[in-house]
């Protein structure tokens, strides 16, 4: 996987550099046998198209008020109801996009690969935007604006039924970045944006910063080991956000007292959920890892999935799920690691992290194929 990118100010460079690996690729971990806990069944499913397999880190879905919206990386944008799979609209794009969706439920935006900010409402395009350089996080639609991340460290602001920019705030940074979807979400009333190793709270009228915390500090003797950049999918829990630093640390914060709360070392490359009191995490090496959120203590490590390229794992009503590269879902006993259900979904792979909704979890795998599954 193609993880850094070039960038200088104003300025991204299309030179990029891979993740460095070694010749033999260590075999995914075989699975072993498990008791089922769970009845899984099939509440429905959907094709949209083939996902990139290159843009995965990328591309993600949007759930708001029951409506799922959904973009391939050839640039068809769909909307669903969430609950039954029922298709709203779909509409081509026609270009390839190097982002994920964002929406408020009527509204969605994303950004192509040449460089574009599209809103679209109702399955038709009512407004495009050049921007000044890439971006490869999800546009934040919220508030009658759409908020962007770009590769160069600026966040912009849009009027979200015109386009019409309001503002525009740029923070320098190392020339390296990561080409990965960054943090950009919101906090009551703040936007919180993840610039290099910091998690930012900006006024969402004017871009100001109102408080900035450390969540992961640069280090190395090389632009490549310096790099520290956030990545997308927080988990929250009141008060307390808890993110990830690529390849270095896992952070949680109380984002309304602006204090660290802890940190630990964890080499991860995608984001994290959880509990009231526990945060769930995979590393890279597709080791699961459960941290006490209060403190930051180890609950479990399992080790059952080392190099299968696990999603991000995400919790809700009482479960957790994470999928694999391989196809396979996986439901984990939050308490101890185990596996306690499991199904193929399909042999492309899975390529979003998955989502819950109402009483189904919606996977989304590299064919494109969209399935809503009900454990019980």
């Known amino acids: 996987m193609t993880w850094l990118s070039f960038a200088t100010v104003g300025v991204l460079l299309m030179g990029l550099v891979a993740c460095s690996s070694t010749p033999d690729k260590p075999s995914p971990t075989a699975l072993t046998d498990f008791k089922s806990q769970l009845s899984i069944s099939k509440a429905w499913s959907l094709q949209i198209g083939p996902i990139s397999p290159t ?15 959904l973009v391939t990386g050839s640039g068809l944008v769909v909307l669903l109801d969430a609950e039954t799979g029922a298709e709203s609209w779909r509409h ?6 190097a982002a994920g969706i964002g929406g408020d439920g009527e509204r969605f935006a994303v950004i192509s690969q040449a460089n574009e900010l599209i809103a679209i409402s109702n399955a038709k ?11 490869f996080t999800s ?23 015109s386009g019409q920019r309001l503002w525009t705030q740029q923070r ?5 970045v990561l080409k990965q979807a960054g943090i950009l979400t919101s906090f009551q009333d703040r936007l919180l944006v993840g610039l290099s190793g910091r998690l930012v709270a900006m006024n969402p009228a004017n871009g100001v910063s109102m408080s900035e915390l450390t969540i992961g500090a640069s280090r190395g003797t090389n632009e490549v080991e310096r790099l520290i950049d956030l990545v997308a999918g927080v988990s929250r829990v009141n008060n ?3 993110a990830r630093a690529f390849q270095t640390s896992v952070t949680c914060v109380d984002a309304l007292k602006g204090s660290n709360l802890w940190t630990r070392a964890a080499q991860g490359h995608v984001g994290l959920s959880g509990s009231e009191s526990l945060l769930f995490g995979a590393e890279s090496d597709g080791k699961l890892v459960a941290w006490q959120r209060s403190t930051g203590q180890v609950a479990w490590q399992s080790e059952a999935f080392r190099f299968r390229g696990l999603t991000a794992p995400h919790w809700a009503a009482g479960q ?12 984990i006993d939050d308490s101890n690691g185990q596996t306690i259900g499991r199904i193929q979904v399909d042999a492309s792979g899975i390529a979003m992290t998955p989502l819950r909704v109402g009483k189904n979890w919606v996977i989304v795998t590299q ?10």
Do not use: Y
């Not at 843009?55 to 919206?69: D, I, P």
């Not at 081509?92 to 996009?97: E, F, M, R, Y």
């Not at 395009?125 to 971006?135: D, N, Q, T």
């Not at 064919?367 to 019980?376: F, I, K, M, P, W």
């Open 92 to 97: 081509a794009l026609n270009t390839p996009v």
């Open 240 to 242: 307390v956000i808890c």
């Open 55 to 69: 843009s995965n880190a990328l591309l993600s879905h949007n759930l708001t008020e029951g409506r799922l919206a």
């Open 139 to 161: 546009p934040l639609v919220a508030g009658g604006r759409v908020f962007v991340l770009m590769a160069d460290r600026t966040v912009m602001a849009f009027d979200g039924a």
């Open 125 to 135: 395009v009512i407004w495009r935007v050049k921007l000044p350089a890439s971006s």
């Open 367 to 376: 064919s494109g194929l969209v399935q809503a599954l009900r454990a019980e």
């Open 320 to 331: 957790l799920l994470v999928g694999d590269s391989l196809g396979m879902a996986h439901w």
């Open 172 to 176: 320098a940074g190392d020339p390296l």
